[in-house]
């Protein structure tokens, strides 16, 4: 078998020098109780006599020999011990599963000529030292004796008490087995294996006379020691009765011990243990999709199987732990060996001859789930394969010697364990087999073991479609998870607080306020020009001075230009008015019609005129305005949103709207650059920068992309100049002399390349073992200088070929994805997490490809799965928006509305809001949905979609003035969403209205 020897001689010596770090457990026989109870024979009157033998691998020791007591009290008080190596994993391990068997023999009379007396088995129990493993340095427990008398198995098949015999044992030992800061870090693993199903057909129950049928796997034990995990001895059995009622206590399947030579009868079944049922579609085996059910309900009801119901432990120290993680980061399905080996082979076969072992197969068990976060179970079924040696070492790369059969079923139970012992009344020298076993087996090994096994035998497991039932848990997760948010039911709970903003007017009222506005703001210009002409009225004046003042003035502004300017301001909110009030947006073509239109009009605008006249000669409102709900950060924040969703018109839109604010400010003029290098404007990028270095001249990381624009253009001189200038301005700045290595590297310059990369990491305080190429390129590649990132991982590539980090493979992959290459990207990515399966950055990325190559379900599994690790990445605003957005495709409403709120919660914006209006319109939410929406339209009131669902909410409610006011504005700022289009259409025929136009 292909399992890696435990190199015991160095485990078990300490290292010269130094003194072997033991722990002796100390196991104390107190007293038995109610050991009359096992005897199958009437005993009144009688002297019974006992004793207990005690075992662990080996026998440990003897109790005095004591009479049973007529209160059913027998006394012992036995001591042994057990001396724990605990330099030496395998010991650690025996702890861990191998159990403590006691023996209760009865000593019969003594007949006048025998010259020894006999003596008679009568009853079994076992105890259990893996408490010493989970923190506890001493327990005391009641063993349970078992005899397989009559009352006893009428007992466990009518579930009725009965009196148990019992032996009170305590254990301690003299120092802690595991310390508790390295308990703290350590894991337990349980290795289930129930049944082999679909039998090859030349299988009988008979065979179970000449055969028996194994189970193994290699698990670690610590950083360079493996054990061999065995499953016991299988046995085939007939297929369950059918219409079982399981839930009677006769009927339930019991699960075993898989270390369980030597124990005999109900004493080898796990108290309160039991073989569970599984549901196909959770497993993670090779047959849980529904075309497999049938087979499997048939095999598994109808047919034999070859069964062990075993249970193992294994104690996993925290170096362990981490090995596992990392073999399964790289070896994804582990092989667990199944094989036929003839019981009579020992006393035909010659001491090396192998021929007993059949029907080698090999079933490879996906562990990959263990590595996500919070799950601590994998379990289902897995087919089996003929066992190929060459394939195995190809597959598993661990496992770099072939192990004998030795590791099997006599090498793990039939060994002796990796501790000492010693008794308090007399040790019984224990057996040798398991170590000549074991020397066979690591002989075998050192030679190479058997050439390439054809293996033709084990066809038989592909021809009947064998599978077996594993499953493997772990006491703690290998990658913790965060625990689950909790998120509010309703849309209320996460809109911010704020002063409440004066009722907006819309529709008609907006229009005629603007038309107010505009006439105040013409009034207040022809006064100017009054006072410019004339000077301050005068009261006192006539009022032929004041006619002549007016003919004056109104000839002046029609002779100047004035006049008609005034008009021009004026004829956009009338052309607004006549559309809001009169609802007016085709020709008229009736006359009468017309003049009617035009007099009502008339009446209207000059009665609102005086209104609004008015208004600009009163007292004016001195209330503070309201502040502005964009902000540069608010600004920046949807820019890059913008970006995310490729939506780059809208991104450049925010950049300027942050440029108007403060045209002053040098990191506006910077990003805006960096922006017009993602979406290929290269001269508008060096505008931008240059107007950064204009405001800024001391901004290295402005000096360096404007070099990497002069790149680009092909401007080579001015490149050197601007990064040469850069180590100057901040000479221990690492970023600035490993930019201008790199410029050095693509211009043939060796020597001024090694000069900067030396000052470089001169300069250089990364993390870790980190170099100047990651450093740099993770730095540029978030500024989009795509030229300088790809010489960056060249040199990275170039430094260390054989251990290329998993940032490598990230910002190999960002890379590609920069230049659309998603095949690239995906592959590059999917490398970085064979590497460090924990980063949450590496699947948040891997689902980002994905999205992008619209493979959703594939992105949705890598979203959730980034935002279950303890630590997510720290952009994981972007991962809940397009995890929302595929909840929405999928109609899962509920699911997206919580995901949009979450993100609302940590970064609002008009997306995220519309997110949840939409959510919520489709859940029927009607009152949330407009909530959300108005706080979408409050930070973008040209996005078409918000007012689209605006309208659609409007019409659901029965309000026409604005779902017809909504849609006017969506089509107006140019909504192009035909599906949205259609469903407005089809909801304002349903309710009659919602289209001013008709």
């Known amino acids: ?478 990658v913790a998870k965060r625990p689950p948010e909790e998120l509010a039911a309703k849309v209320a709970e996460y809109i911010p607080k704020r002063s409440p903003f004066p009722k907006s007017q819309c529709g008609a009222d907006e229009a005629v306020a603007e038309y107010h506005k505009q006439i105040g703001e013409v009034a207040n210009l022809v006064l100017n020009e009054y006072r410019q002409k004339f000077g301050a009225s005068d009261d006192t004046e006539s009022s032929e001075v004041s006619d002549e003042k007016k003919r004056t003035l109104i000839y002046d502004l029609n002779s100047t230009g004035k006049y008609f300017a005034f008009k021009e301001q004026l004829k956009q909110s009338v052309v607004r008015v006549v559309r809001e009030k009169f609802f007016k947006t085709s020709a008229i073509h009736k006359e009468e019609e017309l003049h009617q239109f035009l007099s009502e009009l008339y009446v209207f605008l000059i009665e609102q005129m005086h209104k609004g006249v008015s208004q600009v000669f009163s007292l004016q409102n001195n209330s503070a305005p309201l502040p502005s709900p964009l902000d540069e950060e608010s600004l920046i924040h949807f820019a890059k949103e913008a970006e995310l969703n490729q939506n780059y018109e809208l991104a450049a839109r925010y950049y300027q709207e942050r440029l108007a604010m403060d045209q002053n400010n040098s990191s506006s003029w910077f990003d805006y650059g960096c922006f017009s290098l993602l979406v290929g404007n290269v001269s508008k990028a060096g505008e931008c920068f240059r107007e950064c270095l204009a405001l800024d001249q001391k901004n290295v990381i402005g000096i360096i992309m404007y070099g990497v624009v002069c790149i680009i253009e092909e401007r080579y001189d001015v490149a050197e100049t601007f990064f040469e200038d850069a180590t100057c301005v901040e000479p221990t700045n690492y970023l600035a002399w490993a930019v201008l290595g790199l410029f050095y590297d693509t211009r043939d310059n060796d020597i001024g390349a090694e000069m900067a990369f030396i000052e470089a990491n001169k300069h250089f305080s990364g993390e870790g073992e980190k170099s100047i190429f990651l450093a740099s390129a993770s730095v540029l590649v978030n500024l989009h200088a795509y030229t300088l990132v790809e010489s960056a991982l060249s040199h990275e590539l170039l430094s260390s070929p054989k251990s290329l980090s998993q940032e490598y493979y990230l910002l190999l992959s960002r890379l590609h994805l920069a230049k659309g290459e998603l095949v690239e990207a995906e592959s590059y990515v999917k490398q970085a997490t064979v590497v460090d399966h924990t980063n949450p950055a590496a699947w948040a990325l891997l689902g980002h490809i994905l999205y992008l190559g619209g493979e959703f379900a594939g992105a949705r599994d890598n979203y959730e799965r980034t935002l279950s690790y303890e630590s997510p990445p720290p952009d994981t605003h972007s991962i809940r928006l397009r995890l929302a957005s595929i909840y929405l495709q999928l109609q899962q409403y509920e699911a997206a509305k919580n995901m949009f709120l979450m993100a609302c919660r940590d970064s609002p914006s008009c997306i995220t809001w519309l997110g949840v209006g939409i959510s919520c319109y489709r859940l029927g939410e009607l009152s949330e949905a407009e909530q959300a929406l108005s706080e979408a339209n409050i930070l973008n009131n040209t996005d078409p979609e918000v007012w689209g669902y605006l309208s659609l909410v409007c019409l659901k409610t029965q309000r026409k003035l604005e779902s017809e006011q909504s849609y006017k504005y969506a089509l107006r700022v140019g909504l192009k969403d035909t599906d949205l289009l259609t469903e407005i259409k089809s909801v304002q025929a349903e309710v009659g209205f919602g289209d001013a136009a008709f």
């Open 1 to 478: 078998h292909y399992f890696i020897q435990s190199n015991l001689s160095m485990a078990e010596k300490a290292p010269a020098g130094e003194e072997k770090k033991t722990s002796s457990v100390q196991i104390k026989v107190i007293h038995a109780k109610n050991l009359i109870s096992l005897l199958q024979r009437g005993v009144k009157g009688e002297t019974v006599t006992a004793y207990t033998r005690v075992e662990f691998g080996k026998v440990l020791g003897e109790t005095n020999k004591a009479e049973l007591g007529p209160d059913g009290m027998t006394k012992f008080n036995f001591n042994t011990s057990i001396e724990v190596n605990l330099d030496d994993p395998t010991s650690i391990d025996e702890i861990s599963h191998r159990l403590v068997l006691f023996h209760v023999i009865e000593v019969l009379p003594k007949e006048k000529k025998a010259r020894e007396e006999k003596t008679n088995p009568i009853g079994q129990g076992v105890l259990d030292l893996s408490p010493l493993l989970r923190g506890e340095n001493s327990f005391s427990s009641t063993v349970i004796i078992h005899g397989g008398t009559t009352a006893e198995n009428v007992a466990a098949n009518t579930g009725q008490n009965i009196l148990q015999a019992e032996l009170l044992v305590e254990v301690s030992a003299s120092n802690p087995l595991i310390p508790s800061d390295t308990y703290s870090a350590s894991n337990h693993m349980t290795l289930r294996i129930d049944s082999l199903y679909s039998l090859p057909e030349t299988w009988q129950i008979s065979h179970n006379a000449t055969h028996m049928f194994n189970a193994c796997m290699t698990v670690p034990l610590s950083d360079g020691v493996d054990v061999c995990v065995s499953a016991g001895a299988g046995s085939i059995k007939a297929a369950p009765e059918k219409n079982m009622d399981t839930s009677s206590p006769q009927k339930t399947v019991p699960r075993r011990y898989a270390s369980s030579n030597g124990l005999t009868g109900p004493v080898v079944n796990i108290p309160n243990s039991s073989v569970e049922s599984y549901v196909y579609e959770e497993e993670d085996g090779d047959l849980k999709t529904k075309e497999h059910h049938g087979f499997r309900k048939e095999c598994e009801t109808e047919k034999s199987r070859v069964t062990w119901n075993s249970e193992r432990n294994v104690f996993l120290l925290p170096s362990a732990s981490d090995t596992l993680q990392e073999r399964i980061a790289k070896c994804r399905a582990w092989p667990l060996e199944i094989y036929k080996s003839s019981l009579s082979s020992g006393a035909k076969k010659g001491k090396d001859d192998d021929s007993s072992t059949s029907c080698h197969g090999v079933a490879w068990i996906n562990l990959a789930p263990l590595l996500y976060p919070g799950v601590t179970r994998v379990r289902g079924a897995a087919l089996v394969h003929p066992y190929v040696e060459s394939e195995v070492q190809e597959r598993v790369f661990w496992q770099t010697k072939r192990a004998a059969r030795a590791g099997t079923i006599s090498g793990e139970d039939g060994g002796p364990p990796r501790v000492s012992s010693g008794g308090s009344r007399r040790g019984v020298s224990s057996a040798k087999k398991g170590a000549k076993d074991s020397k066979k087996a690591t002989k075998e090994a050192a030679d190479g073991g058997e050439g390439e096994m054809k293996n033709s035998d084990a066809q038989i497991y592909t021809e009947a479609r064998s599978y077996v039932v594993v499953d493997i848990f772990l006491e703690k997760p290998l």
